[in-house]
């Protein structure tokens, strides 16, 4: 049975565990019944005394209602990522951006009558449009939307779209990737 594996392992934290059982009100015991794994198991995992095998893994995220590969990568010991800025310029768009494995961000600033459509920037994403300044139309396929200052909207970037500067703006989108859907 894979219930552990020799501890020391120094690239994972598996306190992560009892985060996750105390956000779910379980007591060891409670998690103990709802995996099959032993409480002397779990009670070691939790104070990094033991690193989980893939069966743990899974049985543990299966009890949090998460996916083995969502829980191994909570319990990674690096729990921020940094990144510094880019900047790209489409069209009359200037962009400033930071870009992480599940999401996009973007801060844009375009003069009246700048017009971008069919972002290339795109995956299977939802995109958000927080407009911080000035005013921008923006085309969905079946449904048009015109936002002001401190106005936002989100839509899903699968379709096509477009957007229009009616005044000099400033805006932040954000692209937020889709978990699976199946």
Known sequence: MDEM??????MYN????????????????NLS???????????KLERNQAVAGLGTLFRLAR???????ELLA?????????????????????FRMIEFSNSKCYYAEAPAGAKR?????HRDDYETCWVLEGAVKIVLPYETHVLNAGECLQFDALFEHT????????????????????
């Open 14 to 29: 598996f306190s992560v565990v009892r985060d996750l059982r105390k956000r779910e009100g379980l007591t060891i015991a």
């Open 117 to 121: 459509s069919n972002p290339d920037a």
């Open 5 to 10: 594996m020799n501890s020391g392992d120094e």
């Open 74 to 94: 909570l319990i990674e010991s690096r729990t921020a990522q940094c990144k510094t800025e880019t900047e790209r310029i489409a069209g009359d768009f200037h």
């Open 163 to 182: 957007y229009e500067v009616l005044e000099d703006c400033r805006i932040i989108l954000q692209h937020i990737h889709k978990q699976k859907r199946f």
């Open 33 to 43: 019944e709802r995996t099959g794994i032993s409480p002397a198991v779990i009670s």
């Open 63 to 69: 009890a949090f209602g998460i996916t083995a590969a």
